[in-house]
């Protein structure tokens, strides 16, 4: 429905998830808190790779439809990794692992993992 | 986004969540979706944190980013955070932060490390209440013991409210969506209702992740936001993670 107050009944029956309302089933990896922060998420982001790119891109794309210079973006590339350093460990390090291995520019990861900070507006 | 803890007749404690995320950010008008909604879908991950080869949490999250927004400490606790709008908002924080005032913790960080380092739920509560933050959230956090359940409502530099499972009271669940629990929600963006609905009309005697999943599944707990549902039984150390989709008719938010 499309119009509040809510009229909708409850569902019942819907577990085992199947049908229009479930999309897949997730996939497990394992983290080895024993390696170096860096090497940490290579396995995960290795097959993620594809996926990540096109997030970022989706959110470059919004961003350039806000600022049509770019400008906005060459901040997050050139001066949101001056950040990074000031972030605690071991999320500095598993940030330039990720951004490393996905290809996806340092800025852009680093965007990504404080989403909610900036975004809480 | 909805999370909620509750409490069985038996006393066994379950948690769930709807991940909803992506609002105002780029709706498309052909397929009736959000951009960064559908984009994080594929990026959904559930993933095992080992240390010596034993699992020190469980959590669901999204490849390449490395906080946590739900996870489980496996007979201990469960956690899920939930988005809290303010004007004393995390952009301040992070204002504050690249000035060079940084004894604030990044949200994702303190759900991670508290997940990997709480030795207890209860513990687990007073780092999530007491740790000054750099944006506000509301933490929904479930234990292994009856009546260990709570949503910590939090300002960038404190609890604002602890609201508990109390089943003296009745209170045999708790449920947040993304509104302080003293104010009503939004008229336009009103989940809590039909959730608290469906929970009520579940009853205590017959909840179960099952039964959970029927409520997450339910317009517009359900809605075009909502990336994955996961849920958690703390005592058997289960995580379940889920896709979603919500197609037509469905609330945008």
């Known amino acids: 429905q499309y119009v509040p107050p809510y009229t909708d009944y409850c569902r019942t029956g819907m577990y085992p998830p199947s049908g229009a309302t479930f999309k897949g089933n997730v996939s497990w990896y394992t983290i080895n808190l024993d390696l170096p922060p860096y090497k940490r998420w290579n396995q995960l982001i290795s097959e993620r790779k594809a996926e990540l790119n096109n997030l970022i891109q989706v959110i470059k794309d919004l961003a350039n439809a806000f600022v049509p210079s770019g400008k906005l973006i060459q901040l997050v590339d050139k001066d949101l990794p001056l950040l990074l350093d000031s972030l605690p460990s071991p999320f500095k390090e598993e940030i330039k692992g990720i951004a490393d291995v996905s290809g996806v520019p340092l800025g852009e990861v680093l965007l990504f993992n404080i989403f909610y900070e900036v975004f809480t507006v | ?253």
């Open chain 2, 1 to 253: 986004c909805t999370s909620l803890v509750a409490e069985d007749s038996t006393g066994k404690l379950y948690h769930a969540r709807n991940l909803d995320f992506g609002l105002f950010l780029g709706w498309d008008i052909k397929n009736k979706s959000w951009a960064v909604t559908e984009q994080l879908r594929p990026l959904v991950a559930n993933v095992d944190f080992q240390k010596n080869n034993k699992t020190v949490f469980k959590a669901t999250s999204f490849a390449g980013y490395v906080g946590m927004l739900t996870g489980i400490k496996p007979g201990m606790f469960t956690l899920t955070m939930n988005e809290r709008f303010s004007l004393d908002g995390g952009y301040i924080g992070l204002l504050e932060w690249i000035l060079g005032r940084r004894d604030g913790v990044w949200m994702s960080f303190l759900t991670r490390s508290v997940l990997e380092n709480a030795t207890s739920y209860d513990d687990a509560k007073n780092q999530l209440s007491k740790t000054k933050m750099l944006a506000p959230a509301y933490f929904i956090l479930g234990g292994n013991k009856s009546g260990q359940g709570c949503i910590i409502t939090r300002s960038r530099l404190s609890s604002v409210d602890i609201w508990e499972i109390d089943l003296k009271k009745g209170r045999w669940y708790v449920l947040e969506t993304n509104y302080d629990r003293w104010k009503d929600p939004l008229f336009l963006d009103d989940r809590r209702t039909p959730a608290m609905k469906c929970m009520n009309e579940t009853t205590q005697a017959k909840i179960s992740l099952e039964t959970i999943y029927d409520v997450l599944s339910t317009k517009p707990v359900l809605n075009k936001l909502t990336t994955y549902t996961t849920l958690m039984d703390v005592s058997e150390g289960k995580l379940e993670a889920y896709i979603r989709d919500c197609p037509d008719p469905c609330m945008p938010w």
